[in-house]
């Protein structure tokens, strides 16, 4: 029995295998607990009163801002609070659709999420820059080759996911960097998948911008994080406009905060900010380097036993450099039957696309199984997938 189960509610109010982390995580008692305790006791809107109560919350809220710059060892002013992963890349590409021009190049790769993949592409479109796209290899890799033929002095900005979510593989991302920065391109890092598994460094690895969101790291949802190096986010113009993000405001002109003010118009998600802030304690105590060691493990034990199965063919077909997520389908049976089939038996995978069409083309396939970890999971839990699973394939055979 993983000893961190008892932590989550969930796993004592229900009977479910939960197995879908890369889509949300569960929460802890004690984030749960802060949001109750907060909308209780010490709720006001932050940056505007001259209350107590109002202090308390602005203290709050940007003592949570610190743990997260801890957290990812950042400059705490480089920490802005978004809604989401979506919106902090949102922020950053609309920013450079306004940058770009003709003749530029914006580099990203097949596997990337949606959200990674749509907000570049459209800013290609309403600046005139080209998109390009670093192919994927069978085995599940981004192509090095592929990546080095299309970036040059024309790439103004590589936007790579860390971890993908469909394949479970991590990027060379400390390579791409160095390769990207040596064209004077600016490289962000979609961190939304490796942040809930691995100890994250963002000076070490040198992005220029790094994102995720709170959901995915055990924190509440509607509130994610934009990391930016302080040259980076001082030439994005201000996402959004109004009350927060001012420093004079008349009917001539308006001048707009530092960072992170200038990118935090109206009010921000400040209980969710406190909320990921007690997550980020939680998951600190345990330690992110102890999460990731038995996370390998646990991956491993999943795909031996997954490995039983000679129907299943696998999205990436190095089954050793995975971690945390794996994504497959059955040979003849459609994911949908199997995952409904799962469902009846308590067990939560996802089933679909996951938001990543253009890396479910590469391999062939419109949809797949996944089946994703996380820190609450154990041997366990495996193994009644596994039984739940190989019941559900000889109902369909
Ligand atoms: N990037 C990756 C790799 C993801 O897996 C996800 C969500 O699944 C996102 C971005 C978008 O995250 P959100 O929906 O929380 O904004």
Known sequence: ????????????????????SAASTQKPRCVIQELVDFYSTSYANVHRGSCDLANIATQKYENARQ???????????????????????NLVASGFSRLLKTGDEVLISESEHHANFVPWQQACLLSGATFKVVQTNKD????????????????KIVSLTH????????????ELIELAHNVGAMVLIDGSQSIAHMPIDVQALNCDFFVFSGHKLYGPTGIGVLYGK?????????????????????????????????????????????????????????????????EKQLTHYLLERLTEIPSISFMGTDTNIKQGIVSFTVNGIHPSDIAFALG??????????????????????????????????????????????????????
Request: aromatic share 8%; charged share 20%.
């Open 1 to 20: 029995m993983n000893i961190y189960k008892k932590d989550f509610p969930i796993f004592q109010n229900t009977s479910i295998i939960f197995l879908d």
């Open 67 to 89: 743990k997260v710059a801890n957290f990812i060892h950042a400059p705490v002013k480089q920490v802005i609070f978004t809604k989401g992963a979506t919106e902090s890349i």
């Open 140 to 155: 599940g890799q981004l192509d090095i080759a592929d990546f080095k033929a299309k970036l040059s002095k024309k790439t």
């Open 163 to 174: 971890l993908s979510n469909v394949l479970g593989v991590k990027n060379p991302i400390e």
């Open 230 to 294: 302080k040259e980076a986010l001082n030439q994005l113009p201000p996402y959004q406009y109004g009350g927060d993000m001012i420093k004079t405001v008349s009917i001539e002109e308006t001048t707009f905060s530092d960072i992170p003010n200038k990118f935090e118009a109206g009010t921000p998600p400040f209980v969710e900010a406190i909320g990921l802030g007690v997550a980020i304690d939680y998951l600190s105590q345990i330690g992110m380097k102890q999460i990731e060691t038995s």
């Open 344 to 397: 009846k038996q308590h067990i939560c995978v996802r089933v679909g696309h996951h938001c990543a069409i253009p890396i479910h083309e590469c391999f062939k396939s419109s949809v797949s199984l996944r089946v994703s970890l996380g820190l609450y999971n154990d041997t366990e839990d495996i193994d009644a997938f596994i039984t739940a699973l190989k019941k559900a394939i000889t109902l369909f055979e």
